[in-house]
């Protein structure tokens, strides 16, 4: 998959989030909040939380290209790469910094927040 297609998936995944869920789940404070979760249906489930990313991190197509969480600190990773950067890489988005601009909204939580993240994903410049 291309960045694009990547994160078009992210955006579709993201979008088919209820709200309830959304409102319940979504944390913007954390990856996921506990270890050893690497299924969206098991967080819904046992009443976790995790961030628009750390729910990226467990969409079975996005996985198959590389984007999961680390063995030992439970953070994005992609490649050799972790958190924010591994983000960055593995969306193909042109900064660090512009990396952390979407997927941080500290204000914001459940619904709303993913709302945010995916329109500053498909607003995001591309890595050239």
């Known amino acids: 998959m291309t960045p ?5 998936v992210a955006d579709r995944y993201l979008a088919s989030i209820p709200r ?27 009443g976790m939380t995790a961030c628009a990313a750390g729910w990226l991190c467990m969409v079975p197509p996005l996985r198959e290209e590389g984007l999961h969480f680390s063995d030992y600190a439970y953070r994005p990773t992609f490649e050799n790469s972790y958190g924010f ?3 960055c890489s593995f969306f193909g988005i042109v900064s ?3 990396t952390v601009n979407i997927f941080t909204t500290p204000d914001i939580q459940g619904y709303k927040a993913l709302q ?3 329109r500053r994903l498909r607003a995001a410049p591309y890595a050239r």
């Open 4 to 8: 694009k297609q990547r994160r078009e």
């Open 20 to 46: 309830e869920v959304a409102d319940e789940h979504v944390r913007m404070n954390t990856w996921i909040s506990r270890r050893g979760v690497n299924d969206a249906s098991n967080l819904m489930h046992c």
């Open 85 to 87: 950067f591994a983000l």
């Open 96 to 98: 660090y910094d512009v």
């Open 116 to 118: 945010d993240v995916r």
